[in-house]
């Protein structure tokens, strides 16, 4: 037991406590050295889009939205919705957010791939066992010091009206916008296209820059991905955003969420649900973070 317990300057519990504090704080330094690279400090921007699987990837697509969300309040994260195409019946078809702090990307950037879900499904009448799954695409937010080269000759306009709540909310002029971006990789030859639909705010103008704006962050990404696989370093980490890739599978009825990258899982599947991720992010940038360009 140490001197100063026995001697009556502090006790057990506030030994503890130190103890517990000064962990957390080595562990928060050691985490952030992982976020080596440029883009790591910069914001983020989330898409989501609900795969295959009719009512229950809508639903799924849905929940995963509000684990981001919950996880960027418990972090002090402002989140912007940029984009939301609501499903038919429940749920979401495919939404953006922008989430505005420092180092949101180098944390979020863990999240980028497909997510699979497996559960008694509730919109089955036989309370069937399905799996369904969503993708998340994660992007650093580009601002003005980043250059990214972006060719008005390459760019389409749409505008539509924006979806509303209905009543009076209902938008009778095509504020919206619809962003169309197409071009040629002269590295690979690889034709790359771009739909970005922007309906944040009921300025069309201010729509379209903030279309632009993503744009940006996602031709940097493209190119920084281009440069991420020359390295040989995560070459093995790489991963496409397709389904049958997925990265992470939160399987209900077996009270389980398993990361098929670091291995790491736990069977608080609520707890998760409601945000609680980061030992998810801590597990995948202490395997892989320090890898980053």
Known sequence: MPDFITEGIATEEELDSLYATTLEAVETLE????????????????DINAGAGGTEALDWADMLLRMYTRWCEKNNYKVKMLDYQAGDEVGVKSCTMEVEGEFAYGYLKSENGVHRMVRLSPFNANNKRQTTFASVAVTPAVDDSIEVVVNPANIVWETYRSSGAGGQNVNKVETAARLRYHFKDEDTGEEI????????????????????????????????????????????????IEWGSQIRSYVFDDRRVKDHRTGHQTSNVDAVMDGDIDAFIKAYLMEYGGNSL
């Open 31 to 46: 985490l952030r050295n992982m976020l080596r690279g440029e883009e790591d400090k910069m914001g983020a921007i989330i």
């Open 193 to 240: 296209s771009y739909v970005i639909e922007n309906q944040e705010t009921r300025s069309q103008l201010m729509n379209k820059e903030n279309a632009m704006r993503i744009l940006r962050s996602k031709l940097y990404q493209y190119e920084l991905g281009k440069r991420m696989a020359k390295s040989q370093a995560i070459e093995a980490e790489k991963k496409r």
